[in-house]
């Protein structure tokens, strides 16, 4: 099976069978402990629901901070939960697995990635960089002399790529991503109508009202939260536009990291680019008007990978059924 374990949802595909598990990456655990509740049971959906709202015993956690593993015990009882429910029976034996990590995480970083598989029941586990799990999965010729680029913008970290020949010629990963967008708003809600509101209410913001550029008729929207001066609950109307000012940091960082990439490209590279652009990939590239931005700044063709999300997570698993014709190149107990 091929695993996309990210900030913000983990997704597994299964050779022949496609996407068959998306769930938040979040876990709920007795307060103090990483003791999971209800026997491993309160993950996923049902630990996100309760992110933001738990009472004094219990903390809705997510173990992965800029698409890294930063709870091992956590995460690999989140990674446990979702083979076993993905598996449906108990494992005489476990699966081979192949999960995907930003390109720019140290060797310690892969090392928590590789043990969490390992210990939660997978046969053997190897580590695919999502630049190209994105690419296989956006149906990009990158294994062709002729330049693909690919950028990848998940919950955690942004993922720039150029590609040829089956391999990355120029990346380059930021932490800077969705929960960025999210965290920006949050922080125009404080800053601007002394306004405290959830990471789960400045994620709908994003997603119903915001955009990178204007895209037609503005639009608003009423939010609920507590008032920071009298601390009582309290709801306000925000504009499509100032959502758009609150999130120009975090997409202006990202901007700069293609831009940043492709001046380090060799010429005959950006040369391929100026026919074949840049494809977006990852829930963050939902954000309307996030192409003409990218366009603007680069002056190149900008393309949404069909169905975003789930990119990653279909690369993984292609790369899973030709296992043996690239097991050269991916990553294993002995690379790390």
């Keep these: 099976m091929g695993i996309d374990l990210g900030t913000c949802n983990t997704l597994v595909a299964v050779r ?66 979702f083979i076993t429910k993905v598996t449906g029976r108990v494992r ?57 680029m690919i950028v990848d ?20 990963s930021v932490r800077v991503a969705g929960d960025d967008m999210d965290e920006a708003i949050i922080a125009h809600m404080k800053r ?5 509101i959830g990471e789960q209410t400045a994620e709908r913001v994003k997603i119903q009202i915001g955009s990178a550029a204007p895209t037609g008729e503005e639009t608003e929207m ?49 040369a391929d680019l100026v026919e074949n652009g840049i494809m977006l990939a990852g829930g963050g590239s939902l954000l309307s008007g996030l192409p003409i931005q990218i366009n603007k700044a680069t002056g190149l063709d900008v393309t949404l990978a069909e169905d975003p999300l789930t990119c990653v997570a279909r690369g993984t698993a292609i790369y899973l059924e030709n296992i043996d014709v690239w097991k050269d190149t991916l990553e294993n107990n002995s690379d790390i």
């Design 16 to 81: 022949g069978q496609g996407i068959v598990l998306n769930e938040p990456s979040v876990v709920a655990v007795k307060k103090g402990t990483n003791q999971v509740l209800k026997g491993g049971q309160a993950v996923g959906w049902v630990a996100k629901e309760m992110l933001g709202k738990t009472p004094g015993s219990i903390t809705a956690v997510r173990p992965l901070k800029d698409g890294v593993i930063s709870d091992f015990e956590i995460t690999e009882a989140m990674l446990n939960y």
């Design 192 to 196: 601007t109508y002394s306004l405290m």
């Design 222 to 270: 009423e939010v609920r939260g507590r008032d920071m001066v009298s601390g009582l609950p309290r709801k306000t109307t925000i504009t499509s536009e100032e959502v758009r000012e609150a999130l120009s940091e975090p997409i202006t960082n990202i901007i700069e990291a293609v831009t940043r990439t492709l001046e380090r490209a060799e010429p005959e590279l950006a």
């Design 153 to 172: 913008i998940g919950g955690g970290t942004t993922e720039v790529a150029i590609m040829a020949l089956a391999d990355i010629a120029n990346c380059e």
């Design 92 to 148: 005489m034996l476990g699966p081979r697995v192949v999960i995907s990590i930003p390109s720019g995480i140290t060797a310690v970083e892969k090392r928590a990635v590789f043990d969490s598989a390992e210990h939660a029941g997978a046969r053997k586990t190897y580590l695919l960089e999502e630049p190209i799990a994105a690419a296989i999965g956006a149906g990009l010729p990158f294994a062709e002399p002729t330049a693909s």
